[in-house]
């Protein structure tokens, strides 16, 4: 089929229709040449440098040619410009670039009113361990974090004290999509049920708790931080984890070794719907809370930590809401930036933007309770899913513990999108 380029094709054009190449930006198509990149590296062979000392060579750039014509043949199109170059891109390429353009052609589920029976019915946000570690399961276990931000997973082996499990479903839903030998999921498939992480390129992200965790003191490794309110008893309001490091986890992994007797369970909220929701209710408070970079600080003075990092609750690209980060009891006060002329009003239009989402926050409908039992392991998107817990009364032996870690958010991305999700 050969079509022959519209004249204006330089602009930015829009289609209802089936993927189509012209849809496309003509500098963007033309920058992403396939001729542009080496075959092995996928890295840019286009950028103009001096071969001997690096520096970039100044030159002006060039007008985009408009496109002569294209060709489909089955799935890939060829295309001709005005100026001689013929370039081919996968029609698949094609499709996944309208998406990322537009919208995903799966779309991200924003979530409220959600139930614990709706959760262990659901055969998308409900799965067994075993499962998980397979090729499928991980497959599934992906669209359930990118759609939802969280997901429940059963039978998950306690008798090991669970390190070794905790450890194989971080690798089976981080690192790289192909697991071999170098990888803590192939080794735990192998026998190695333990936590031990010599010679592997994936597995629980380091952080000053260690690799695995436990709210158990007596469970944590040695020289790791237990400077944190989840070594307590009291409840614990919804919050994202780690707010007082440059990119927090991407993933968050809970299992459940030994349940309270009474309270303890565990809360969890979807906070783009939250983000949203403010947006639509209060949208001068939304735009504060994607502007204003608040600061969030952990200090642990036994271990020598001393973190914080800084960055708005919700965070956008192009409008678009793609990370929460809230935690109120690692947050510091509020400093106006250094030109704000009228401070009072800055405090007031801050407080009335935290009280608002602290309302969104409150309200019930948000709140997605689930009181989960020995070996099972709940998993949240730590950059857009709440989690906190209620209240619990401690007695002896029956006290909760929960095993558990962190995945990057890099990893988890990665992961994602060669599942073929847009981020």
């Known amino acids: 089929m050969l079509r022959v380029a519209k004249k204006d094709s330089r ?7 089936a993927a189509a190449i012209e849809d496309l930006p003509l500098q963007f ?4 040449d396939p001729a542009n990149f080496d075959k092995d590296t996928f890295q840019r062979k286009d950028v103009v440098f001096d071969k001997l000392n690096g520096k970039p060579l100044i030159t002006s750039t060039p007008k985009t040619p408009l496109m002569r014509e294209y060709t489909l043949h089955g799935e890939s199109y060829k295309v001709v410009w005005e100026d001689g170059v013929v370039s081919e891109y996968q029609k698949s390429w094609v499709k996944k670039q ?8 799966i779309q991200r589920v924003m979530w409220n009113n959600l139930t614990e029976g709706r959760v262990r019915n659901s055969k998308d946000l409900s799965m067994g361990f075993e499962e998980a570690l397979t090729s499928d399961g991980q497959a599934k276990a992906l669209k359930a974090l990118y759609q939802y931000g969280i997901l429940l997973v059963t039978n998950t082996p306690i008798d090991d004290r669970c390190s070794g499990s905790v450890a194989a479903l971080a690798s089976a839903l ?14 735990y498939l192998n026998g190695q049920n ?19 965790w436990s709210t158990s003191t007596s469970d944590q490794s040695a020289g790791a931080s237990t400077a944190d309110s989840a070594y307590g008893n009291e409840s614990l309001p919804l919050h994202t984890d780690m707010t007082y490091i ?19 369970e565990s809360l969890f909220g ?18 504060v809370l994607s502007e204003l970079p608040r600061r969030y600080r952990c200090v642990d003075l036994v271990s020598g930590w001393h973190l914080e990092a800084s960055g708005p609750v919700i965070s956008l690209n192009y409008g678009r809401v793609v990370g929460v980060r809230h935690n109120d009891l690692d947050r510091l ?44 392991t709940a998993i949240v998107a730590n950059q857009r899913c709440f989690h906190g817990r209620l209240g619990f009364r401690l007695d002896g032996y029956s006290s909760r513990v929960i095993k558990g870690c962190y995945v990057s958010q890099d990893e988890f991305e990665s992961r994602l999108r060669w599942e073929g999700y847009h981020v």
Not at 11 to 17: A, I
């Open 246 to 264: 440059r990119d927090p986890p991407g993933l968050q992994i809970f299992t459940m070794v030994r349940p309270a007797t009474t309270g303890g």
């Open 194 to 212: 333990d936590d031990r992480f010599e010679g592997v390129v994936d597995g629980p992200l380091r952080t000053l708790y260690g690799t695995v």
């Open 29 to 32: 198509l033309r920058a992403s």
């Open 98 to 105: 309208l998406d990322l353009w537009g919208k995903s052609g």
């Open 333 to 376: 006060p509020d400093l106006p930036p250094e030109r704000v002329e009228n401070v009072d009003e800055f405090y007031e239009t801050v407080n009335r933007a935290h009280r608002s989402w602290d309302e969104i926050l409150a309200s019930d409908d948000i709140r997605l309770t689930l009181r989960l039992q020995a070996g099972e």
């Open 174 to 187: 981080g690192g790289g999509a192909k697991k071999d030998g170098t990888s803590v999921l192939n080794k």
């Open 11 to 17: 602009r930015l054009l829009s289609s209802s229709s």
């Open 270 to 287: 979807d906070g783009f719907a939250a983000a949203e929701k403010l947006r639509s209710v209060d949208p001068m408070s939304f735009r």
